[in-house]
């Protein structure tokens, strides 16, 4: 729970129902976060819900850089949800980045791409979906270690807030993309009988007394929520 205030580093909300009060209210301004999950656990969407919260309520700026779908679909499918974007990033609250059409122009020149982006906007808030997809371009484990070292450093030194998905594998185990960052949330799919369902968990979170606990998520047409079991 927050206690006293004075001591608290400022946080921003996640914009996804229920979490606030698992996480001291929110996420750690300038920090870098981490959603993992299997295949359709709700990680864009997920993330849809930050973006769209921190430009639509709280007035700030975003980056949302999108890997594995479009721009256009991205933002059809957020439409879905209530997210209209459209009128933000007419505005300039928001930059959709497709980055798959920089596929294989190198690591660095994504970096580059990001945080010009940022600069230009003046953004506070930056997202990356899916950073599995961004890392696929590493050749070796050391290569991976030392991109997502100057990705972590670039993103802290702009005070930038980030949230950047990931992807498990089929074992449900998590990358050394999550060893460096600050705070690392886990979406996972499970069996209940006949039915599977989803569930949300904070493995770490610096700086946070968070929940320890696995919360169920809800995906439905407003989106996603998270709520005791
Ligand atoms: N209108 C809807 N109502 C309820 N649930 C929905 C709706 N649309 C999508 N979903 C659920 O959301 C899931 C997709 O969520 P999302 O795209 O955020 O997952 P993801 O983790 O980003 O997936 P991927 O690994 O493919 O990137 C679908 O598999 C489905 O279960
Ligand atoms: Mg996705």
């Not at 946070?208 to 919360?215: I, Q, W």
Request: charged share 25%; hydrophobic share 40%; aromatic share 10%.
């Amino acid at each position: 729970m927050a206690t006293s205030g004075s001591k608290q580093p400022p946080r921003i909300e996640p914009g996804v129902r229920g979490l606030d009060s698992l996480i001291e209210g929110g996420f750690i301004i300038g920090d870098v976060h981490i959603l993992a999950g299997g295949p359709g656990t709700g990680k864009t969407i997920f993330s849809s819900h930050f973006a769209y919260n921190a430009i639509s309520k709280l007035g700030k700026r975003a980056v949302y850089a999108t890997f594995e779908e479009s721009a256009e679909y991205f933002k059809r499918n957020a439409k879905q949800f209530g997210m209209d974007f459209s009128p933000y990033e007419k505005s300039g609250k928001i930059r959709i980045l497709d980055l798959d059409t920089l596929r294989g122009k190198g690591l660095e020149s994504n970096i580059s791409l990001l945080l010009a982006a940022l600069e230009e906007i003046e953004g506070e808030i930056l997202v990356i979906d899916s950073l599995t997809a961004l890392l696929m371009a590493c050749e070796t484990s050391f290569e991976l270690r030392s991109f997502m070292k100057t990705l972590y450093r670039s993103v802290k030194n702009n005070g930038t807030t980030a949230l950047m998905t990931v992807s498990t594998t089929s074992e449900g185990k998590l990358g050394p993309e999550t060893f460096l960052v600050d705070s690392v949330m886990l979406l996972e799919n499970w069996m209940d009988k006949f039915e599977f369902k989803t569930r949300f968990i904070v493995l770490k979170m610096r700086g946070t007394d968070h929940s320890r606990k696995y919360h169920s998520v809800i995906l439905s047409p407003e989106g996603l929520s998270i709520s005791k079991y």
